[in-house]
């Protein structure tokens, strides 16, 4: 028993010595303890009312590590204060060195519907070093603001858009900071809040910015975007703590969109059509346009204000798109019109001083009078074309230098070439022989002269002309039209069907985007188009934009190799049979539209990452954290994919960018396809990631269908084309029928110009046979004095082309300003005005045409009935002809001619050696030869010019007669020059010798100074 006791007393007081010794370390473990605690970094804070300043309890807390951008979850990334309002983040979440976004709000985001009690707020950029860090905040009192709809942008092709951001806007200064970006913005994607909710401060007036962004149908401009204002009605939101209200944001951008399109674009085209009329344009079709394109306006304004479901907000956008496509078609042609005036308005002053030239030597025999009545007429057409053509009314406006200098050139080449070269360039002479130019210049003078002789007859015949052209120039349709061209591209359509796509060119690979690789959004734009058109049998498209970098990259887990994909495919695999071969191409299995997670690659890929059908790939998308596996399920056969053609003739597949810049069609080793699901859900993957812009990986490119029975293709196309801004390819029988936007030439009223043409020539012709028969005295004497039959019918033709001449000329000025006071009566003529400067031309070509045919039957009557041969036309042969011109054309004195050189004076050394070289080589000649070379000393004359001579003679044998000419080459060169001029002096041994002889020689020596003129420098330099 005492031992028990001592035992147990002996274990007391052991644990007793224990529990005091634990009790002397506590102070120094708690303390290490607490000093471990103080040395771990952390973030605190406290979360109080901005308004009180009292403490917010349970409001949460979200911190993200923007090193790992791991999802925040409660107890790694969420937390609530406490009752004081106070937080604390301690442990392995806050890390040395890591970098934070940290949240805060009071609220329920997860609920239905949400509940917020305070703004959240963010603290960006929190760096955290080896101590803790103090993140507080002052959060003001929220509501919600529900977004029920998406938005529809009238500016966009689309029905729908890529993003939207909402941006509130307090109309009281608020001196706390707080989140004011919502919808589609980085804020929403780090909180995870749903991107149809905003919350906006309490108990403060605000407005909502809203800024959508959507694909524009422009390569140049693939995305854009348009902002406007969301109000409560007519007044901002002013809701309280708490409070939720609902907004459509379908009907505050539709409403938007009709003020644009009612108080922006409307007036800007209706400014532009005053405009352009107040220059002289043509623009009553482009006003009706803009009457019905405004009642469409009006029309849609009451059916956005009797929505009664969501989907009626399509039909809304759907008419505010035509008139959106409408309105810009108007400015497109009337900035068609303002390029086509002011180009071919520079061309005209040429037109206007070869009229103004023609009626000058109409009016006037005299040189000099002809010189300055043409100065005054083309002044005077000068002054009508700009008030008559609105190309030269702008371009005098606005450049006015570039207009003086077309005018200035042109007038001076036509004069130059009227007045200044006939007098330089002149035919050679030959005694006894007429001149054609000569006798070209008698001829019209003789019928000018008629003209003016009956004054009265020669006015009414040029008014008929001047009326007929007019007629052709403003009551006709001949002219460039801006609007929807159709043209064929080719003939090896796979299937019939239509493809829709928007393309930088015809030629080019590069394409604008129909939309994104939302499944939603494809459903909704293919019933948008089903609604509207009428289609069945959709294949969509989805491509990556074409990169000069790799796409994605695929790799073979098992073998360790890797392969860089150029292009994706996405296809719906049921529909896309119908127009496509790809199906045939693909060894194994095809793809299933059911199916998830296959894809087909080329036999050459699988070669190289030795993947087989049923292997497991890894798709890795380059410059992104997304990777996903996928099944191959078939092999592509790479020699007939390479010949794979598309529903508009040109190869299939997506496109990749070159090095060089140049663009083509990915090969089969660069291509990877997949159906329309999972290329979708590829671009969901990379969204998800990206908490701000993500890329896009893979966009709608395409769209395949087929019309249904009944549908209008001209009404199809027009829709197509004006509210959605595609490029159309409809294949029916093989054929590729291309429509777009562009210019063609109409051509109306050809009929119609029948008449006045009809009659011109029957007043013309009458006018002829009339001045036969009054001039039957004057032909007799005229075919008396040597003119043959010939130059007598050519004296009526030359009447009848000044008749044509000065008709044409002035019934084309008298057009164009016909247009003009048309113009300003307000009446439309229902005709294309004719801008370019080649309608002139063609004018004036009109007229000679009517006047000369008329012209022909008279002329050959003259011809017939007052010559005395009956023989209408003598043919002679060549050797006969020549043989009478010989014998009829003789020369019997010295001709002298300039050659065209000039020798230097250090050069006229070898000059005349050169000569004598040349003339020495014929000497011997049997056919022609030359004799009695003689170089004279040179002399000086009375003039003080220093002369020169070689002489010779030039004998050349014809039928064994020998034709001999006497001949000087003359060098001389006056005091005041230092050159030498050369001539020729040239006469016959015997008078009476045929020119052809002087031609010849002069032909010699003419050939000898251009050999000169041409070898000079090798001789020189030789030397």
Known sequence: MDLFLRLVMKKSLSALIQFILLLSLFPIIATCNVASAQDSPSIYGRIIDAYTGLPLPNATIIIWDLNTLAPPKLGAGIYFT??????????SYVRERHTYYVF?????????????????????????????????????PGAIIEILDPPYIVQSPNPETLRTTIKVIPKEKINVSYIDDYGDSSDVWWLRLSRNLVIIPANIPVTLETTVWFFTGDVRNPVDNEKFIIYNGSSPFLLPQGGIYSCSLSQNSLNAGIEFLRSKLFVEVSNKLDKAQDVGFVVFDERQLLRSTYKKIMESKVLLSNVKKPEDYLDVWTKLREAYGTLNFILTALENKRLIGMTNAVYLPAVMAAF?????????????????????????YSVILYFSHPGAHIIIDENIKVFLGSAAISFGGVSLLVFGIPRVWKERSVEGKVLWRSAFTIIFSMGKRQIKRRKIRGFFTILSITILILAFTSLTSFGTVFGIVSEEVGKNAPSDGVIVKRMMNRTSL????????????????????????????????????PSSTPIVRLINPKEGRAWLIYGILGIDPVNESYYTNLKDLVEGGYLKESSQGEILISRSVAGSLKAKIGDE????????????????????NDNKYMNLKDMDGTPFGPARILKDGSVRICNSTEVVVMTLNDAANLQELVNSQSPERPPQILVLSELVFQPKENVDINSMVQDLIFI?????????????????????????????????????GLNVGTVMLNSIYERRREIRTLSMIGLNPTHIGLIFVAEAIILGMVGGSLGYVVGLGFYRIMNLLGQNLMVREKLEWWWSAIGFALALTASVLSSLRPAALAVSTYTPSKIKR???????????????FKVYQARELSMPVKVAFNEILFFISFCLDRLGDLKSGFIERIEKIEETPEIENVKGELVRRINFEYVISVSGQERRTKNSLVLIKSPDEDYYRVRLISEPAVPGLPESVIERTVDLVHKIVMDWTREKETIISGA
Request: net charge positive; with cysteine.
């Open 82 to 91: 406490d009752e004081n309002g106070e937080y604390n983040v301690t442990g």
């Open 104 to 140: 805060a709000y009071k609220g329920n985001f997860t609920k239905k519907p949400a509940e917020i009690s305070y703004v959240p707020a963010l603290r960006k950029n929190v760096y955290i070093e080896f101590r803790e860090k103090n993140i507080s905040f002052s959060l003001i």
């Open 356 to 380: 103004s030239v023609t009626l000058a030597f109409f009016l006037f025999e005299k040189e000099k009078r002809k010189i300055l009545c043409s100065i005054a007429i083309f002044t005077i």
């Open 510 to 545: 590069l394409f604008s985007p129909l939309g994104t690789s939302s499944q939603e959004a494809i459903s909704k734009l293919i019933e948008t188009l089903s609604k509207r058109i009428g289609i069945e049998k959709v294949a969509p498209r989805l491509k990556n934009l």
């Open 617 to 636: 790939l890894i798709l890795e998308v380059l410059g992104t954290h997304v990777s996903t596996s996928f099944t191959v399920k078939g092999l592509i």
């Open 724 to 760: 959605f801004n595609y490029d159309v390819f409809i294949s029916q029988n093989r054929r590729i029928i291309y429509y777009h936007i562009g210019s063609y030439l109409e051509m109306k009223g050809a009929l119609e110009l029948l008449i006045p043409l009809v009659m011109v």
């Open 874 to 888: 003598i043919k002679r042969s060549e050797e006969e002809t020549k043989a009478r011109e010989e014998e009829i």
